[in-house]
């Protein structure tokens, strides 16, 4: 027979994420459309500037930017072209129809204009310092709008009693502690954060122990009447002498105290008797103790 090639050996594929990029970047830009690009001249070297696409030449696309002074042109590779979000701007960074750097910073930045310092990122909070008062932001009314709601459930938006909310109803669920991270650069507001979380938390538990304390004071229904005046002045008088003892008498609490009267009058017949020489005047019998001390008397 003759010998049958050996089948050739596949390895695992490799996916190069840069290509990928670079194949959706190409399919998505057109000529004409608004692009984020860093412009170190116009924009520095951290920021983004919007720019448009004059032309698209493989990973090359040439994007043109302006600013009141002067206008340039850039070749940059596809990967560094971002497009915007085209809509309003939303709560919640990961709603973002194009999610990138500057199309997170522009929404922040539009977010903020309005007097909204709060923005989520899934489960995390974003928040910017606005250096001012901003009327309406915090509150008992904010506070009640948070309550029992989920983070993106809550009529208020995204806040800050929002996350201390979802801590307070973990730790009650799970009877453990939690945990809220606060952190930030200098002046970003981590004081002041603080400062609500703590605020909410001490409204939460006191506003949670309310309807407990209102129910065990509420009024009794005129439907309901009151017991008798004898028989509630007897249950109080025997509560008051033996609060953790039944008001009812059991056998065992009618032995005991028919025990108890048997032993004083014994010991008040003894007492008689070693008062006076005479036989004693009560109507119990001496014990015999008492029976010998008389006998030696006598």
Known sequence: MADEPAPEKKGPRKLVLGQKEKK???????????????DTSIAGTD????????????????????????????????????????????PD????MFLSQPTLLENTRKR?????????????????NPFKLIQGLYGTEVMAQCRGKKTWQAACGPHVYAIAEKGYVAMKKSSGNQCIVV???SGAGKTETNKQLMNYLIWRGASARRPRAAARRAPRSPLTPHPPARAQARTRRRASRS?????????????SATRRRRGTRTRRASAATCSCSSAPTTRWSAPRSVRSCSSARG
């Open 47 to 90: 920021y983004f500037a919007l720019g448009n696409v004059l032309a698209i030449n493989g990973n090359k696309i040439t994007v043109e930017t302006a600013n009141d002074t002067k206008t340039q042109e850039l070749i940059l590779p596809s990967h560094e072209c971002h497009l915007p979000h085209p809509g309003e701007p939303v």
């Open 183 to 185: 952190s930030g650069e």
């Open 24 to 38: 959706t970047s190409e399919r998505k830009l057109k000529e004409g459309q608004r692009v984020w690009v860093k």
């Open 93 to 96: 960074h990961c709603q973002l």
């Open 243 to 255: 609060p953790t003892r039944s008001s009812t008498p059991t056998r065992s609490s009618r032995r």
């Open 112 to 128: 903020f204009l309005k007097d909204k310092i709060y923005t989520y990122v899934g489960e995390i909070l974003v928040a910017v």
